[in-house]
């Protein structure tokens, strides 16, 4: 099993939709490092959901449900999508000046590579992730 941490603007799709939705395909990648990672995901593997923009909070969590196919938003070029089914709620979004602040977190490419919109998390990341967002 693997971690992941993908990163939304709030404007285009709400962690709050997600939990209406229930499901959603994570498409419309266009970075190739976050694509290489979208193939790298595998059924089972668990997800953040983090809100960029003037959010910039984690707000839950969700699991991979299929295994990666092409993006089909995409009109050329070679891109990936996977569909994602949302797991829960923090009861208390995770600030990215939290995370900067957290021991475990501030090594993360959230932190260091913060125009990636598709990252690896160590299983300690995540745990810490749910920790802060006050689920443990």
């Known amino acids: 099993m693997a971690y992941w941490l993908v990163k939304e603007e709030p404007t ?3 962690f709050e939709q997600f939990l209406k939705d229930q499901r ?3 498409d419309g990648v266009r ?3 976050a694509r290489n ?4 995901m595998k059924e089972e593997d668990f997800v953040v959901f ?7 909070s984690a707000m839950g969590y969700a699991k991979v449900v299929s295994a ?3 993006d089909p938003t995409a009109e050329e070029g070679d891109w990936t999508a996977v569909d994602l089914a949302v797991q829960q709620a923090f009861p208390e979004p995770v600030s990215l000046a939290r ?3 957290h021991a475990q977190l501030r090594e993360t490419a ?3 590579q913060s125009r990636l919109s598709v990252m690896p998390l160590t299983k300690l990341q995540f745990a810490a992730f749910c920790q802060l967002g006050g689920l443990q």
């Open 12 to 14: 285009k799709y709400t």
């Open 31 to 33: 970075n190739y490092q």
């Open 110 to 112: 959230l932190v260091k």
């Open 37 to 40: 990672n979208l193939r790298q």
């Open 68 to 70: 990666p196919y092409p």
């Open 24 to 26: 959603t395909c994570w």
């Open 50 to 56: 983090y809100h960029s923009g003037k959010l910039k």
């Open 99 to 101: 995370v900067r602040a």
